[in-house]
């Protein structure tokens, strides 16, 4: 029987990279890169090969490993595993660099700061203090070559050869042997009278001030290069000066030199220092504190190097999330810090938490998660954004608070891209709908018509044809002025989406009807967008082979390259309407749901006077949108660039700016009787939960519960084409427009539920049935009164009533 001897290194569970690094340390040790079998996760491994003859140093390394093994400080090289046989010994600990190779590598990137020096050097001088203090040790090694720099940043004490006891038994410290390290000893080392007094700490302090003079100036050439301290900086030499005297009884403890350093103006006085200080003991701190230190983390993180930020920084923001109840004080630098990852690493570290964050009840995290999103959704995926994100965004949208209302409509512009049929087009076009016909600020309802018109081309071809035209119009009636801007430019920015049909009989009447509105602006706006239809249909009676090249988005299928207006306007829905409505909601700090008060806007010179404009009250309809399945067959393309991207659209924030100075002059002139108030009704909660029979894009502004006789001039619903097929005659496309579309009302195609007429008809025979039980129900209650009456008689003053 044949017994093989199992070789210890092959089994061992690290893998060692032959090639040892530079800067390691001097000796017979080498360090290795390294990495663990089973997971890959990267290690630094420490080799000694024995070599005959040579039993001192092996003796020392032996020592060395056992003395790696035992200690365990933060601030000291962690031990992993090691490995020891009769031809080798293997310390396996974590990932380091040497400093001299760190430093180096940072200078060539200029990246190199004086915050990382005054913490690393930080770090070095609490783990000479835990050994000098706590384990009465001396280091007996402290020089540059003996210091290692983790993946955060964090130095590490190592080079544990030639440690000694401090109260010692008669004998010295051991001899080293090797020049490169012997000329960090003390000049006192040299005195074998054993007459001069000294501290335990004085030799390692010596080789502290050493290792100061190195980082700063280079390779310490000799001795006596000390006396110029060189680029040292001016608040660490006093200190450094102490520590390179030549009266070892002066030279500091080191819990003393960090106490020196740590005075205000002091070398290690800055907030990075105190930034990792708060980290290291976060776990016994108080909840505020823990709130008031995550508020003013985002502020300093730009100064902070990138791999602290990545490798110290986020796993305590990800820890206090998770387990400190940190709540929404974490968002903001949490994404800062996600900015240094790659894609890989954000997609394990932050959006687990970012998708935890968005079923949180708490409303501070949900404004934050809605305002910050722009900088995590290109890493969000299309599963876990209709799954797990959009059905809790869309609460935003029934929100008491404005400003939740108002970044929950905004959000939907990153979001649109990547949510699916039934979302976009059936359980996004009934909120914004809701919005738009029954919020009671007007900037909401602006922001819900701007977000409408930028996502307006990932909406299907049925859903365009369906509500654009139906919410624009609805927006250019709308009591707020910059409302009826953003109908327009709604319009504008969805040009290539309508037929030339549309065009002609339902975009040009509305556009019309806004040239005589109050305010200039939204005059202007409806000139430049009446001249660029009517510059479209003019083109195209030209040259009718155009209309092919012109419609054709029309009935295309939703793509993200169809918005080129849109695409142009993006740039002002955000830096436009970012602000409105804090802006709004800051005038109106008082404003309620069940009244609204909009002041009578100043007529121009030379405009007759206009009707008050009424603004109902909630409306009620029994249809509801039904998904439609679109047009396969249709082309996807992208949009033809015309001169509506060159258009400059303004400014609805100016716009905003404008209405708020008029009315703060009208509440400065104190007057008495304001025409145009507006009173809507209280939006109950039945109304809110009933909406999957309410709340239609085509539901509009003018339309009111109770049946009044519309304004002179008004066009009813009636005289729209709504569902006509489109008109056949390939010759002349312009000549159905010559006739008037039918008034006679037909069933529309969406539904069970005749489009025109119908609702009308229907509530007023509810209303007349109302009225006619109420009356039924007086008459019954009189009879039964007079009956009574009759039968008992009169009762006289203070008389008992007996059964």
Not at 64 to 81: E, G, M, V
Not at 356 to 383: G, H, N, V, W
Request: net charge negative; with cysteine.
């Amino acid at each position: 029987m044949w017994f093989f001897a199992r070789d210890p290194v092959r089994d061992f569970p690290f893998e060692l990279i032959p090639e040892p690094l530079e800067g390691g340390p001097p000796g017979p040790w080498a360090l290795h890169r390294g990495r663990k079998k089973a997971t890959g996760s990267p290690v630094s491994i420490f080799v000694y090969d024995v070599k005959p003859g040579a039993e001192d140093q092996t003796q020392v390394a032996k020592a060395a490993f056992k003395r790696l093994k035992t200690l365990r400080h933060p601030n000291i090289l962690a031990y992993i595993d090691g490995l020891e046989t009769e031809k080798c010994l293997h310390v396996v600990t974590e990932a380091v660099t040497p400093l001299g190779m760190y430093l180096k590598a940072r200078v060539e990137a200029g990246d190199l700061k004086e915050l990382e020096i005054s913490w690393g050097l930080h770090q070095i001088v609490k783990a000479l203090s835990f050994l000098v203090n706590d384990c009465s040790l001396i280091h007996n090694n402290v020089c540059m070559a003996t210091v290692f720099v983790d993946r955060a940043g964090e130095w590490k004490l190592g080079g544990l050869d030639y440690m000694y006891s401090a109260q010692g038994n008669g004998e010295g410290p051991p001899r080293k042997g090797i020049p490169e390290l012997e000329q960090y000893d003390p000049p006192e080392l040299a005195d074998s009278s054993g007459r001069v007094v000294k501290e335990k700490w004085s030799a390692d302090m010596w080789r502290l001030g050493c290792l100061i003079w190195e980082v700063f100036n280079g390779s310490l050439p000799r001795a006596a290069a000390l006396r110029n301290p060189g680029k040292i900086p001016k608040s660490l030499v006093p200190h450094y000066c102490e520590l390179v005297g030549a009266n070892p009884k002066v030279r500091p403890n080191p819990a003393r030199f960090l106490q020196n350093c740590r005075a205000p103006g002091g070398f290690m006085s800055n907030r990075f220092v105190e930034t990792n200080l708060f980290l290291e003991e976060i776990q016994i701190k108080e909840p505020t504190e823990k709130q008031k230190f995550f508020q003013e983390l985002s502020k300093s993180l730009d100064s902070f190097p990138e791999d602290f930020c990545r490798h110290k920084v986020l796993p305590q923001l990800l820890t206090a999330f998770e387990f400190g109840n940190a709540g929404a004080v974490v968002l903001t630098p949490l994404f800062k810090v996600g900015k240094f990852l790659n894609a890989e690493e954000y997609q394990q570290k932050i959006i687990p938490v970012v998708v935890k964050m968005f079923s949180s009840t708490d409303r501070a995290m949900r404004i934050r998660l809605l305002q910050q999103m722009e900088q995590f959704i290109q890493y969000l995926d299309e599963p876990t954004v209709n799954t797990q994100i959009f059905p809790h965004v869309v609460h935003g949208f029934l929100d008491t608070n404005p400003a939740i209302r108002e970044q929950t409509v905004k959000s939907m512009l990153l979001l649109a891209p990547k949510l699916n049929e039934a979302n976009l087009n059936v359980e996004l076009m009934k909120h914004f709908a809701r919005l738009q016909a029954k919020d009671d600020q007007g900037p909401i309802r602006c922001n819900t018509t701007v977000c409408l018109g930028k996502i307006g081309s990932y909406l299907s071809a049925s859903t365009r044809h369906r509500v654009l035209t139906s919410a624009f119009s609805r927006a250019t009636k709308d009591p707020f002025a910059p409302s009826r801007v953003a109908g327009v430019l709604g319009f504008a920015a969805t040009h290539n989406l309508y037929s030339m049909n549309d065009c002609a009989h339902k975009i040009l009447p509305v556009l019309c009807g806004l040239t005589v509105d109050p305010e200039k602006s939204v005059r202007d706006q409806a000139f430049k967008a009446i001249r660029s239809f009517l510059s479209k249909l003019e083109s195209v009676s030209e040259d009718p082979t155009q209309l092919a090249e012109v419609e054709k988005d029309v009935h295309a299928a939703s793509s993200p390259g169809m918005g080129g207006a849109a695409a142009s306007w993006a740039g002002w829905a955000v830096t436009g309407v970012s602000s409105l409505t804090s802006k709004l909601i800051r005038a109106h700090p008082t404003a309620t749901p069940a009244e609204t008060n909009v002041p009578q806007r100043p007529m121009p010179e030379g405009l007759p006077a206009p009707a008050p404009t009424p603004v109902p009250a909630i409306p009620t309809t029994s249809g509801h949108w039904e998904t439609q399945e679109e047009d396969k067959d249709a082309a996807e393309d992208s949009s033809a660039a015309d001169r509506w991207d060159d258009e400059d659209w303004g400014s609805l924030e100016q716009e905003a700016e404008s209405v708020l100075a008029q009315q703060e002059d009208w509440n400065a002139g104190g007057q008495a009787g304001r025409a145009g108030q507006v009173s809507r009704a209280p939006s109950s909660l039945s109304d809110w939960n009933s909406w999957e029979a309410e709340g239609s894009w085509d539901q509009g502004w003018q339309e009111e519960s109770s049946p009044e006789r519309p304004p002179e001039g008004t066009r009813m619903a009636s005289e729209y084409n709504w569902g006509a097929p489109e008109p056949n005659d390939k010759g002349d496309p312009f000549s159905s427009l010559s006739a008037r579309p039918s008034t006679q009302p037909r069933p529309d195609s969406w539904g069970e539920d005749s489009w025109e007429g119908l609702e009308t008809d229907s509530r007023q025979a509810k209303a007349e049935l109302a009225r006619k039980k109420r009356e039924e129900r007086r008459r019954e209650m009189e009879a039964k009164r007079a009956e009574k009456k009759a039968a008992k008689g009169p009762m006289k003053l203070g008389a008992r009533k007996l059964d």
